[in-house]
């Protein structure tokens, strides 16, 4: 029986490690993220799963979540009817550079430099 709890024991702390918003692909994303197009569009992503994007004056807030390459995001409500509200897309980080290939329409590639 005690190998039993003990096996148990192992097993919940494992699953309580794996489980902190701002490990892996999260922390790597964390921080401040301009459009190499149009440096005065950013990306914001908070280590609470929040964040923020947009022009200044024209912003929108979100919750994100990153699990191995994909990053999933949920836009506010303030967000026009015609938006995709749940976003899915494709990220790699090499360097400084942040990498966005959305997973719902194609051909949509973006590049995002480190602020």
């Not at 390459?69 to 899915?88: G, H, K, M, S, Y």
């Not at 942040?98 to 973006?110: E, G, K």
Request: glycine share 6%; net charge neutral; with cysteine.
């Amino acid at each position: 029986m005690r190998n039993v709890l003990a096996i148990l024991f192992v097993f919940a702390i494992l699953a309580l490690v794996g489980c902190g918003t701002a490990s892996g692909a999260n922390q790597n994303l964390i921080g401040t993220w301009v459009w190499d197009e149009d440096t005065t569009f950013v990306y914001t992503f908070n280590d609470d799963g929040t964040g923020i994007r947009g022009w200044p004056g024209k912003t929108s807030t979100f919750t994100w979540s990153a699990r191995r390459a994909t990053l999933r995001i949920q836009c506010d409500a303030d967000e026009p009817v015609f938006a995709v509200r749940n976003e899915r897309w494709a990220f790699r980080i090499t360097e400084d550079t942040l990498r966005l290939s959305s997973q719902q329409a194609r051909d949509m590639v973006y590049y995002y430099i480190r602020n």
